[in-house]
């Protein structure tokens, strides 16, 4: 158990609509990262959410976004859905953003993930 | 730009038997090097690390890897195989030096353990 909880852990929607898939971090981490995991593949990162701002996004369109709450937690919201956004996706925190130097911050505990499918 | 191979999408091995998992790696930059394993069901849980330390890097569960510069790889072993260690591996790979950015990772190797 890494403490991280994603919700829902799987969902059905169909093309065109949204949705809101939501992360609760480890207690103390301040960082919120998401990955979209296709099915056969590995981990493609969404994007990166350090204290409520946005630290980085990956190669995904404006239709995926994201928040972060004062709490650290986050959530992920896909609109328009497309068939090809049907996957696992995992939220993944730590406790920082990190720095120069490796430090304890280099550890990502990933959550089991919500799977999406989207018919 | 980084990027990481892994060969052979699904390895068996006999209980008992020796593991390796193969990873090489591209990139412009010194990199950081990670394997993670996904159990069914599970997210991804950390394996073991190279951050430029030592090249031969110990992890949980009996795994090891040794980064090998000069071949670009970053292969996973084990002396002997275990039923739990049914699992599918991920190598992933980021820049050094810059904190929790993105990784990015290997296409997985469901390893299968034969009784």
């Known amino acids: 158990e890494t403490g991280v909880t994603q919700s829902p852990t799987h969902l059905i929607k169909t093309r065109g609509q949204q949705v809101t898939l939501r992360c609760s971090s480890q207690s103390g981490h301040n960082t919120v990262s998401w990955y979209q995991q296709a099915l056969g593949q590995g981990p493609q990162f969404i994007f990166q959410y350090y204290r409520e701002e946005e630290n980085g996004r990956g190669n995904f369109p404006p239709r995926f976004s994201g928040l972060q709450f004062p709490n650290y937690s986050s959530e992920l919201n896909v609109n328009a859905l497309e068939l090809d956004d049907s996957a696992l996706y995992l939220c993944?925190?730590?406790?920082?953003?990190?720095?120069?130097?490796?430090?304890?911050?280099?550890?990502?505990?990933f959550g089991s993930g919500t799977q999406l499918s989207v018919l | 730009a980084q990027s990481v191979t892994q060969l052979g999408s699904h390895v068996s091995v006999s209980e008992g038997a020796l593991v390796l998992l193969r990873c090489n790696y591209s990139?412009?930059?010194?990199?950081?090097l990670f394997w993670y394993v996904q159990y069914p069901n599970q997210g991804l849980q950390l394996l073991l690390k190279?951050?430029?330390?030592?090249?031969l890097v110990k992890g949980i569960n009996g795994f090891e890897a040794e980064f090998k510069k000069s071949e670009t790889s970053f292969h996973l072993t084990k002396p002997s195989a275990h039923m739990s260690d049914a699992a599918e591996y991920f190598c992933a790979v980021r820049r050094a030096n810059f904190g929790n950015e993105k990784l990015t990772f290997g296409t997985g190797t469901r390893l299968t353990i034969i009784p």
């Open positions: 190279y951050t430029s330390a030592a090249t």
């Open positions: 990139s412009s930059v010194p990199p950081y």
């Open positions: 993944a925190s730590s406790l920082g953003p990190g720095g120069l130097r490796p430090t304890s911050n280099e550890k990502l505990f």
